[in-house]
């Protein structure tokens, strides 16, 4: 199995930054990829930004420009640098560990969540 842990998270005020942490462990070899999601309250978990298996980044148009996502492959870790929040960017954020070929996504591992919250 796969075990995903989030750090990071907390209370911003708008125009400030958070760096979120993530790290998987288990068995590596159940994933090849790693991405940022989040959900608030009614609505569905949408990406935030991914790194694919073949090391290809894709961001949610929304944090474009004032996100930048890192994965570091041999310490199994996703980092997400969030600068310029805005109060829209309250939300839990969930790490997932997935296992991807041919662009598909065969199974994923999903952390506990961690909350942000930007003030106005």
């Known amino acids: 199995q796969v075990q995903v842990v989030e750090s990071g998270g907390g209370l911003v005020q708008a125009g400030g930054s958070l760096r979120l942490s993530c790290v998987a462990s288990?068995?590596?070899?159940?994933?090849?990829?790693m991405g940022w999601y989040r959900q608030t309250p009614g609505t569905q978990r949408r990406l935030v930004a991914t790194?694919?298996?073949?090391?290809?980044?894709i961001y949610e148009n929304d944090v474009k420009g004032r996100c930048t996502v890192s994965r570091d492959n041999d310490k199994n870790t996703l980092d997400l640098q969030m600068n310029s929040l805005k109060p829209d960017d309250t939300a839990v954020y969930y790490c997932?560990?997935?296992?991807?070929?041919?662009?598909?996504?065969?199974?994923?591992?999903w952390g506990q969540g961690i909350q942000v919250t930007v003030s106005s």
């Open positions: 997932k560990a997935y296992y991807m070929r041919d662009y598909i996504v065969l199974s994923d591992y």
């Open positions: 288990g068995n590596i070899s159940m994933f090849n990829a």
């Open positions: 790194v694919l298996s073949d090391g290809t980044i």
